[in-house]
């Protein structure tokens, strides 16, 4: 029979040859274009040139992948990537991976993997705290993205205001249970507002003010529309740092609106919320404490690989009232609170140790590394913007974080402009830039995601808009 594990000696071999090429790439990721062509037929016969009916040699199989994720991949470890808050990744939390992979603990029940659960405890009470909220009553869970996250707060509201919505269903309700966000928000609450049962008409999408934050007076007043209709408010999503412009909307407010109105107040600080690391800047998201519950994408601006995010909430029971299960198979662990076991506690059921990936950088670095990477990337920001209005571009967005919303007179408001600049600079190959409408016209946004972007980048990024601008 084969052997799965190979050897000893062959171990060594592959992770040599690997660590060569993953080595160049992490080095040398600046000598790639940003975003390559790529020819769909091309990929698609690439990714079907291994056949499973023979076997193939080791080196040439793992060749095959990490030339075709050099080939045909958008580089977010590029510092010339100013997207979506994908990052580069900090090297030590791919050796959290790996570590992973070969211990491959089982998180969902505590007593399968005691050290890797009581780690990641150690980091939900540690950004909890961070974020402002009580060590003592501070729970939350690893979730796999901020999809789950959000999915996770849409449960524990509907639990915490509706205590018999998962044995009786929603149909049991006699009022409609409605969701309030702005229209800037992600999408991803629609998708939770769906997979509740809710029904995405469950969610009020409120208008934004001129800094694209939601507008707390018409929040009110739907509000107060809806209780007189005969609709149940029960949850406000607040974003701190929305997807389309960085836009954070005013957390305190928020919090006063769900006081009066007895609602659950959920922060969506998938990428803002990084901003807690910096000294300095921490303040943009004042309010968020109030929150009853944050969902943070540690794979966005704490520079961790995908499928890392955090739930957080101050009701220390919510999480366990919403996913509690009785099971005859799985090992029981006594006292449930002090000792939670995860699946009991959360969507997921086997758990993978993904808190490694934060844990190694922080513990290594320590919340002061965070700090001077995070804000360092503000101040890139700051500079970015700077930059842009000296070389004649305007600013369409108001926000702290580093995500900017620009266009210039030349584009004469022409979407379609817009969007053939930006094709033309992805082309190039020296940045990767989108496009995001701001109150109705379509501009250039640019993100610093990755901690290693300088000014020098910067003036590449100014240069490369510049030239094509002419065009
Ligand atoms: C990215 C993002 C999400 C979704 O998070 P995923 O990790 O992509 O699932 C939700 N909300 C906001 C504000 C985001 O920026």
């Known amino acids: 029979m084969i052997d799965f594990d190979i050897n000893s000696s062959e171990r060594k071999r592959i992770l040599d040859f690997v660590h060569v090429s993953l080595e160049e790439f992490y080095q040398h990721t600046n000598r790639l274009p940003v975003a390559p062509i790529v020819d769909e037929e091309e990929v698609k016969n690439y990714a079907k040139s291994l056949s499973f009916d023979t076997s193939n040699g080791m080196e040439k199989v793992l060749s095959m992948v990490t030339e075709g994720l050099q080939k045909y991949a958008v580089h977010t470890a590029h510092s010339g990537y100013y997207g979506l808050y994908n990052p580069r990744i900090n090297y030590l939390s791919s050796i959290a991976d790996y570590i992973t992979a070969i211990f491959n603990p089982q998180l969902a029940a505590w007593s399968h993997a005691p050290f890797a659960n009581e780690i990641e405890r150690h ?65 991803s609450i629609v998708k939770a507002a769906r997979t509740t ?36 408010p029960f949850l406000v999503v607040g974003t701190a740092g929305t997807t389309g412009s960085g836009a954070i909307d005013n957390l305190e407010m928020l919090a006063d609106i769900c006081d009066i109105y007895n609602m659950w107040m959920h922060t969506d600080a998938a990428f803002g919320g990084g901003a807690i690391a910096s000294g ?94 995070i804000t360092y990337q503000i101040e890139m920001g700051n500079q970015l913007r700077e930059m842009l209005i000296e070389d004649g571009w305007e600013i369409r967005n108001d926000t702290q974080l580093p995500v900017i919303c620009f266009s210039h007179a030349q584009l004469a408001g022409d979407d379609d402009k817009v969007s053939k600049l930006v094709d033309d600079v992805i082309a190039s190959g020296q940045a990767w830039v989108s496009t995001y409408p701001v109150h109705g016209a379509l501009t250039i946004r640019a993100c610093i995601t990755n901690y290693k972007t300088t000014t020098e980048d910067l003036k590449n990024l100014i240069n490369t808009l510049k030239s094509n601008l002419k065009n």
């Open 197 to 232: 049962g809710l029904g995405s008409d469950s969610v009020r999408s409120i208008a934004v003010t001129d800094d694209l934050s939601i507008n707390c007076n018409l929040l009110k007043e739907q509000i107060e529309r809806d209780i007189a209709d005969g609709y149940e």
């Open 280 to 373: 300095k800047y921490a303040k943009i998201l004042k309010g968020i404490e109030r929150s009853n519950s944050i969902m943070l994408d540690l794979h966005k601006w704490f520079s961790v690989p995908m499928a890392t995010s955090l739930f957080l909430t101050n009701d220390p029971a919510i999480l366990f009232k919403t996913f509690n299960i009785k099971t005859s198979y799985m090992p029981v662990d006594g006292d449930q609170v002090a000792r939670v076991d995860p699946y009991l506690h959360s969507i997921q059921w086997s758990r993978r140790f993904n808190g490694l990936r934060i844990f190694l950088p922080l513990a290594v670095f320590g919340w002061s590394g965070y700090d001077e990477v």
């Open 123 to 187: 980091l939900v009470e540690s950004f909890g705290v961070k974020l402002g909220f009580d060590k003592s009553s501070c729970d939350g869970t690893f979730c796999t993205a901020g999809a789950e996250s959000n999915l996770t707060a849409v449960q524990c509201a509907l639990n915490h205001h509706f205590p018999n919505v998962f044995t009786k269903g929603v149909l049991s309700l006699p009022k409609r249970p409605l969701i309030y966000c702005s229209s800037e928000s992600h999408h």
